[in-house]
C-alpha cells in the first residue's frame, strides 16, 4: 500500500459520516437552502485562502522574479488556481468559484450581506482576524474559519495541502445536486446558476483537481514519516470540523 493510498485508507470511515450526512436530505425547501448557503459561504470564501496559501508559498509571486524550487507542486497548485480563482460562469465572464456561489445565493434570495460585509473588512485591514471580530458571525463558523487559519499560518505545505485536499475539495456528493434540482423542477427555486456552480465544482475536483492534489501532496511528503502522519492527523481534524459545520446547519435548520 502506498502512502497515498493508507491516507486515503485511515480517512474513510470519517469522510463517509460527511458525504452521507443528514443535513443533504433535510435541505428540502427553499428556506433552508438559504440558510444553508448564507453559512456554508464562508467556507467557500475561506478555500480560496487555503489555496492562495499554497500558491504563495510553492510558486514565486514576489517581485523581481526567482526561479521556483517546487518544480511539479508549483505547476499542479497553478493549474488549480486558474480554474477556481478564474473559472467561467454561464455567461461565459470570468469568475472565482467564490463569486459564482454569491451569485447562487442572490439568484434564489440568500442574502449576501454579511458576507459582503467580512469581505470588505479583509480587504481593509488585511487581516482575516481583525474582519472577522468586527462582524457578527456565528461561533461555529467562526471556529471553522479559525482552523483553516491555523493550518495556513502553520506554513506547513504538506499539512496545507492534505487539509485543501481531504477536507475541503471533494466533499460535495452527487446527491446535493439532485436535491437542488428537485426543488428547481417544483418551482420553489430558480437555481441555474447553483446548479452550474455544484456540477462545475464537481467536475474538475474528479477529473482534474483531485487527481492533480493527491501527486502534489506525495511531492510535499516524499517518504518523510513523519509528514504523512501530520498530513493524516489535519486531514482528520478538517473532516471533523466539517462535519461540526454541517450538524450544527443541520440542527439550525431542523
Known sequence: MTHIEDLEKSLESTRNKLVNHNLYSNLNSKTKLIKFMETHVYAV???MSLIKA???NLTCVDVPWTPNKNNLAGRLVNEI???EESDIDLEGNAKSHFELYKESMKEIGASTTTIDLFTEK???YKSYKDARDEIKIDKIVKEFMD?????INSNKNHVIASVFTFGREDLIPDMFIEIVKKLSSNNEINAKNLIYYLERHIEVDADEHGPMALKMIEELCKDDQ????EAKIYSLNALEMRIKLWDHINETIS
Open 147 to 151: 482552523f483553516t487559519f491555523e493550518i
Open 54 to 56: 499554497l500558491q504563495r
Open 226 to 229: 513523519k509528514k504523512w502522519e
Open 122 to 124: 479583509v480587504e481593509k
Open 45 to 47: 470564501w475561506d478555500f
Open 81 to 83: 488556481v486558474l480554474a
